[in-house]
């Protein structure tokens, strides 16, 4: 499956899925290979930052339980990478009664910095249900590119939010085999 910003149009490709950012480059994508099968756009915003979310069959922008998060900063290319976990932890503080924060891990995918981490929400403020988010950002050349999977389930505490694990084990393959790559750069290449 290959995105386009521009125009937000779907066209199904046989090995792996990119997202081709509007004013970038445009050798540069994020390409996800392992991109959920039957999942849909709920959501999108256009503009300077971007924003797509993906449901899966029977969800929707409103009552989903689980959904991928992709947001694309264009132009942004010089912000540490643990300055926007700081925040994402900040805000998740604040909106949260009793939260979770994972380990920051950063390094490099496919010759970009990247960062990973984890944030729990056991009840949310606003909602009152639990949310737990695995996100993981690219540092590219052109833009900051930020996915998330994300989960809502009823609040939790110290037991947990009760995601199975095969569940988990899919979302981390999605974000650990999705990567910024760039078609002219053979230091950055695309998947085949």
């Known amino acids: 499956m290959r995105l386009s910003v521009r125009s937000f149009s779907v ?3 046989l090995s792996f899925s990119a997202f081709a950012p509007f004013g970038a480059s445009a050798e540069e994508q994020l390409a996800m290979p392992k991109f959920p099968t039957g999942w849909v756009e709920a ?3 256009r503009g ?8 899966p069959p029977g969800q929707s922008a409103t009552n989903w339980q689980r959904k991928i998060t992709l947001e694309i900063y264009h132009d942004l290319n010089n912000l540490p990478l643990d300055t926007l976990q700081r925040r994402a932890a900040s805000q998740n503080r604040e909106a949260c009664d009793g939260v979770v924060e994972g380990k920051f891990q950063s390094g490099v995918n496919n010759g970009y910095a990247s960062a990973f981490w ?3 929400c056991q009840r949310n403020k606003a909602t009152g249900y639990g949310e737990t988010r695995y996100t993981k950002a690219i540092q590219g050349t052109t833009g900051l590119y930020i996915l998330s999977q994300v989960w809502r389930t009823p609040a939790f505490g110290k037991e947990g939010p009760g995601i199975s694990p095969p569940e988990i084990d899919a979302a981390m393959t999605f974000l650990t085999t999705s ?3 760039d078609q002219a750069l053979a230091k950055n290449p695309c998947p085949q």
């Open 11 to 13: 066209i199904l490709s």
């Open 43 to 45: 959501f999108a915003r």
């Open 48 to 55: 300077d930052q971007e924003m797509v979310e993906y449901v």
């Open 118 to 120: 984890t944030l729990g």
């Open 179 to 181: 990567s910024v790559c």
